[in-house]
Antibody, heavy 118, light 106 residues
């Protein structure tokens, strides 16, 4: 079955960077885009951007340009998101989701919690 | 950016009650998609392409709408339907979600 397994919780300081991973299994990794979504505590979902694992092509929400960088490693079927220059406003759960051919975001990772605190 | 406004923000319904959640877009979109999220878990796809139920979604759920106005309806509320529901548009970038509707059971 399709699974997206994300890396664990991160506690980090303002000004630092963090790299979250999303390992895919149960399907052909290069055939589906991966979206990344932010959810601050008690808040709504925000789309950060998406990557095509086959080509490496990316698309970002303008709000997250310069903040998030999306990459993939095809050899391990893993997508990554690096967040830089972290501030407390980056404290959130970050999800990866597979973009289905017919059904948007048809499979989700369990979420990776990032806490930014001095 | 297309802004999606959901209403109500929160609501409580009794078992058996009919529930309607609306999602209004700031510009016309081709389709609306809906997700269900329960506390502490990842969102689940619930309704896609405005009216198609995702796998496993009970048929008491339905979706409708066009242009700038869409809705999710539960014909008869059940306890397991208590959750937060989000709408999503993919008609233009950036993709945007609604602010969510928290549905509770009375």
């Amino acid at each position: 079955q399709v699974q997206l397994q994300q890396s664990g919780a991160e506690l980090t300081k303002p000004g630092s960077s963090v790299k979250i991973s999303c390992k895919a299994s149960g399907y052909t990794f290069t055939s589906y885009d991966i979206s990344w979504i932010k959810q601050r505590p008690g808040q709504a979902l925000e789309w950060i951007g998406a990557i095509n694992p086959g080509s490496g092509g990316t698309g970002y929400n303008e709000k997250f340009k310069g903040k998030a960088t999306l990459t993939v490693d095809k050899s391990s079927s893993t997508a990554f998101m690096q967040l830089s220059s972290l501030t407390p406003e980056d404290t959130a759960v970050y999800y990866c989701a597979r973009e289905g051919w017919y059904l948007p975001m048809d499979a989700w990772g369990q979420g990776a919690s990032v806490t930014v605190s001095s | 950016e297309i802004v999606l406004t959901q209403s109500p923000t929160t609501m409580a319904a009794s078992p058996g009650e009919k529930v309607t959640i609306t999602c209004r877009a700031s510009s016309s979109v081709s389709y609306m998609h809906w997700f269900q999220q329960k506390s502490g878990t990842s969102p689940k796809p619930w309704i896609y392409d405005t009216s198609k139920l995702a796998s496993g979604v009970p048929d008491r759920f339905s979706g409708s709408g066009s242009g700038t106005s869409y809705s999710l309806t539960i014909s008869s509320m059940e306890a397991e339907d208590a959750a937060t529901y989000y709408c999503l548009q993919r008609s233009s970038y950036p993709l945007t979600f609604g602010s969510g509707t928290k549905l509770e059971i009375k």
